[in-house]
C-alpha cells in the first residue's frame, strides 16, 4: 500500500507563492494535486503521469506547475501569482495501478 506525505503549505500574501511536496512511499502510475476550499467539493488542480503528461485546471494554468521525479517518488507543485481563492487543503493523490491514494492534506491560505 503507497502512502503519501505532503508539506509545504503555509500563509501567504495575494501575489505570492509557495512549493508544496510529496513524498510517496511506493512507485505510482499516475500523481496529482486535489483541493478542497471550504464548503466546496474537492477538485483537482493538476495530475501527472509516470511519462510526464500534465493536466491542469482551468483555474491555475500559467500559474502552477507540477512535476514529479519518479527515482524518488515525489510529486511538487509550484504555485505562483497566488490568490484569496486558491486558499484550501491541498491533497497529493496516486494511482498505482491498483487504486487510489490520499494523502492527509495541508493547509494553503492565501490572505493579506
Known amino acids: 500500500q503507497v502512502q503519501l506525505v505532503e508539506s509545504g503549505g503555509g500563509l501567504v500574501q495575494p501575489g505570492g507563492s509557495l512549493r508544496l511536496s510529496c513524498a510517496a512511499s511506493g512507485s505510482t502510475e499516475r500523481m496529482g494535486w486535489f483541493r478542497q476550499a471550504p464548503g466546496k467539493e474537492r477538485v483537482l488542480v493538476a495530475t501527472?503521469?509516470?511519462?510526464?503528461?500534465?493536466n491542469y485546471a482551468d483555474s491555475v494554468k500559467g500559474r502552477f506547475t507540477i512535476s514529479r521525479d519518479n527515482a524518488k517518488n515525489t510529486v511538487d507543485l509550484q504555485m505562483n501569482t497566488l490568490k484569496p481563492e486558491d486558499t484550501a487543503v491541498y491533497y497529493c493523490?496516486?494511482?498505482?495501478?491498483?487504486?487510489?491514494?490520499w494523502g492527509k492534506g495541508t493547509l494553503v491560505t492565501v490572505s493579506s
Open positions: 501527472i503521469t509516470s511519462g510526464g503528461s500534465t
Open positions: 493523490w496516486g494511482w498505482d495501478r491498483q487504486m487510489n491514494y
